[in-house]
């Protein structure tokens, strides 16, 4: 139910963001910055998840 709630506020925010509904418009009239936001996108996602699992790694050695 929170992640319902949560992705039901991401969309209703994203909607108020961009009125225009131009990010559908980026892939066939300006597809390098298109691409560069997938790759910071993708970059960020990573950094997290590395992120995450050396926050664990380092729980886990504590506990040991």
């Not at 009239?29 to 960020?44: A, C, Q």
């Not at 380092?58 to 040991?64: G, W």
Request: hydrophobic share 55%; net charge positive; no cysteine.
């Amino acid at each position: 139910m929170t992640g319902t709630y949560f992705g039901l506020l991401g969309a209703f925010v994203g909607v108020l963001a961009v009125p225009s509904r131009r990010i559908p418009q980026l892939a066939p009239h300006n597809l390098p910055l298109l691409l560069l936001l997938i790759v910071i996108l993708l970059g960020t996602a990573a950094l997290t998840i590395i992120g995450i699992a050396q926050l664990r790694k380092t729980q886990s050695v504590r506990t040991i």
